[in-house]
């Protein structure tokens, strides 16, 4: 407001080119918030590791797979492998050690992951070749 007093002064009248400075600086700062705002929510959004498994609702019925019964269905389950999708994904190393801690230490669950593989991209007439060779989930 200085400078303005004394382009006044000294018979210049440009008092308008200053509120056209500082309407430009307050421009400038309102583009770059937002853009910090946009910019924000964007890595909001992917924060998110790839590598994180998909929660997945949808439950399937896993004794569709040759050499799982009722039992091993309800403790696959509760370990969190409910669809097709989760057991095919599933460390097979991982669910061995699931059914060990439930006091089944005789069953082989590799098969079971193929078979899943094949459920859950709904190759139905392959798993049923698949199932035709196996016995008890395991190849024979």
């Known amino acids: 407001m200085l400078a303005m007093g004394t382009l006044q002064q000294a018979g210049t009248n440009l008092g308008w080119l200053w509120f056209v400075i500082i309407g430009l600086i307050l421009l400038?700062?309102?583009v770059w918030w937002l853009l910090r705002?946009?910019?924000?929510t964007q890595r909001t959004a992917s924060a998110e590791p790839p590598t994180t498994p998909r929660r997945d609702n949808r439950e399937?019925?896993?004794k569709k797979i040759e050499g799982i019964g009722p039992k091993v269905e309800q403790i696959l389950k509760q370990a969190g492998i409910r669809s097709y999708e989760s057991l095919s994904q599933a460390d097979p190393a991982n669910v061995q050690?699931?059914?060990k801690d439930a006091?089944?230490?005789?069953m082989n669950p590799e098969g079971?992951?193929?078979?899943?593989?094949l459920a859950?991209?709904?190759d139905w007439d392959r798993l049923q070749k698949?199932?035709?060779e196996l016995k008890g989930g395991r190849r024979t």
């Open 130 to 132: 698949l199932q035709d």
């Open 103 to 106: 006091g089944l230490q005789m």
């Open 97 to 99: 050690n699931v059914l």
């Open 120 to 122: 859950a991209k709904g």
């Open 60 to 62: 399937d019925d896993l």
């Open 28 to 30: 400038a700062l309102i």
């Open 37 to 40: 705002r946009v910019n924000g």
């Open 112 to 117: 079971w992951i193929e078979q899943a593989d």
